[in-house]
């Protein structure tokens, strides 16, 4: 059975940052891809991060670029989300995501975890 | 940076079919992907390029795309099937997701 566990998720102040993981097992982790994917409270869903199988090729959303980095641990079956410069703005739960089918749709989803900003 | 629209809200009687709308340029000539989402609960993918379905998602659930437009549809309307459904799609090495829409199964 796929699972996904995201942990790391607080209580931080605007400035700081927070590292989030996420746990996968049930499949072959080193073989697909993986994304980050946030929710703010009552709001939409907002895609913020991909990365490739091997770790080499990752994509951010503007709203995130240069202050959010996305890595993988293939040996360790987890994927990580180092959030810097964090801003109220950035308040959310924070979603692991499979990406399936291809590698651009996300087939199996974290359970997330709050990520609150706030002085 | 590429946009989708959907419908705030979506209202269906129990039984009957209900149909969720995702428009955008030229979305027909990308592969569109549906998730469902519950109170309190992580997104489920319902649809995925398009028009098919993941292992354990009923047939009742069906998509299509064309044109600017791409449609999720829902046969047989389920009070189970009370949700926020989203669309999806990839542009520009960029996952854009549409803002939502709440279906109510009245």
């Known amino acids: 059975e796929v699972q996904l566990v995201d942990s790391g998720g607080g209580l931080v102040q605007p400035g700081g940052s927070l590292r989030l993981s996420c746990a996968a097992s049930?499949?072959?982790?080193?073989?697909?891809?993986m994304n980050w994917v946030r929710q703010a409270p009552g709001k939409g869903l907002e895609w913020i991060s991909y990365?490739?199988?091997?770790?080499?090729?990752?994509y951010y959303a503007d709203s995130v670029k240069g202050r959010f980095s996305i890595s993988r641990d293939n040996a360790k079956n987890s994927l990580y989300l180092q959030m810097n410069s964090l801003r109220a703005e950035d308040t959310a739960v924070y979603y692991c995501?499979?990406?399936?089918?291809?590698?651009?749709?996300?087939?199996?989803w974290g359970q997330g975890t709050l990520v609150t900003v706030s002085s | 940076s590429y946009e989708l629209t959907q419908p705030l809200s979506v209202s269906v009687a129990l039984g009957q079919t209900a149909r969720i709308t995702c428009g955008g340029d030229?979305?027909?000539?990308?592969?569109v992907h549906w998730y469902q989402q519950k109170p309190g609960q992580a997104p489920v993918l319902v649809i995925y390029?398009?028009?098919n379905r993941p292992s354990g998602i009923p047939e009742r659930f069906s998509g299509s795309n064309s044109g600017n437009t791409a449609t999720l549809t829902i046969s047989r309307a389920q009070a189970g099937d009370e949700a926020d459904y989203y669309c999806?799609?990839?542009?520009?090495?960029?996952?854009?997701f549409g803002g939502g829409t709440k279906l109510t199964v009245l």
């Open positions: 990365i490739s199988s091997s770790g080499i090729t990752k």
């Open positions: 999806q799609v990839w542009d520009s090495s960029t996952g854009v």
């Open positions: 995501a499979r990406g399936g089918y291809g590698g651009y749709t996300f087939d199996y």
């Open positions: 390029r398009d028009n």
């Open positions: 030229n979305i027909g000539s990308k592969n």
């Open positions: 049930g499949f072959t982790f080193s073989t697909l891809a």
